[in-house]
């Protein structure tokens, strides 16, 4: 664990480090590792890895250098309760019940309907065992109204109302966890540990990583081209939305210290890949599925299928197109790898709110294989 002064983004910029809350719960810096078999698979003799899925000692992945941040505020606000929301199967309605619980922070999701798969039942259970109050929102309408509900109710009762975490903890007090990792990285490039990558693939969900990288990755001076890798439908993650979210985090940071760089992107700046997400959000693909197969076989590591395998394709679709090979690049791995069998072992999905019952009795989808995490 570091302390404040050790994060590489306040070593840099002192100020931000007196003027944001922040609660340490990662464990970093996470590895670089030169992913050798795997590259020689594809042809690839530079082809590197972001350990982000060992991010923390008992649940990794992007959400928890987010949750840094995030929690870090709701702990300053005084807050006990932080409410969040996202798909069923969500990673980060997962990472923040786990995270908020070791806080002793009430945690509440709200979750909306999604395709089944192995991994929406053990992140449905896992957050029960956390202590989360899971709650089904039918659509989006539903799930704002809840929220309003809520919030209305607890002014009526003159209450305090629980801190409200965006999904995918994607705003721009949570992107500024993958501002300073892309300080991280820079870290690690001047210690040596691998060479400046051309390219950082990345899967663009609720846009914070992606968008949090671009800014650090500019105000550290790298020239790093992150390459988010689309997997999630456009009306949601919008290169407008990423400029407004890399807009709103920019004069965050600028406000806060002012010797932080005002950064400006144009559009051309953000070189979504659009081809990789198939059918539609946590719909896994073929392609996807051979590329969670190829690492899982050369490197060990295990991928899922509604994110970090569709980045892993777009490396897969480059390097047969014979772009990459005197690129370094570097594959951000997002996805926890922690083991969390030891949380849902034994637990009967029956405790679960009755709407939840139908992801565990219903098949998974067809792509579903073995290669993913169970
Ligand atoms: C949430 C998530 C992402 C997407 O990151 P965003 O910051 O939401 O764009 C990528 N990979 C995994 C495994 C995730 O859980």
Known sequence: MEDQENLPLFREFPMLGKKLSYVPLA????????????GARIDLPNLYI???????????????????????????????????????????????????NQLG????????????????????????????????????????????????????????S?????????????????????FELKEQVSAGDIPEPDRIYVPLGSMGTSVGLMIGLKAAGLKSQVIPVRVIEEKMASVKKMMQLAGKTGSL????????????????????????????????TEKAVGAADLMRKEAGIILNGTYSAKAFSAILDDADKRILQDKIVLFWNTYNSRDLSAATAGLDYRSLPKEFHRYFEEEVQQLDSAGFDR
């Open 27 to 38: 464990t970093l810096p996470t590895p670089v590792e030169r992913l050798i078999k795997a």
């Open 50 to 100: 972001k350990r982000d899925d060992l991010s923390g000692k008992h649940y990794g992945s992007n959400k928890v250098r987010k949750l840094e941040f995030l929690l870090g505020e709701a702990i300053q606000q005084k807050s006990k309760e932080v409410v969040t929301f996202g798909f069923a199967g969500s990673n980060h309605a997962l990472a923040t019940a786990i995270y908020a």
């Open 105 to 160: 922070l009430q945690c509440t999701s709200l979750l909306l309907p999604q395709v089944n798969a192995h991994y929406v039942r053990k992140n449905l259970l896992a957050s029960h065992f956390y202590k989360s109050r899971l709650r089904s929102c039918k659509n989006l309408p539903h799930l704002f109204l809840m929220i309003f509900g809520k919030y209305l109710f607890d002014k009526i009762k003159g209450r305090k």
């Open 162 to 182: 629980p801190m409200l975490i965006p999904a995918g903890g994607s705003c721009p007090t949570g992107v500024i966890g993958y501002v300073n990792a892309a």
């Open 253 to 284: 940071l600028c406000k806060l210290d002012p010797s932080f760089p005002a950064i400006n992107f144009t559009k051309n700046d953000f070189i979504v890949r659009n081809n990789c997400l198939g059918p539609g959000y946590a719909r896994f």
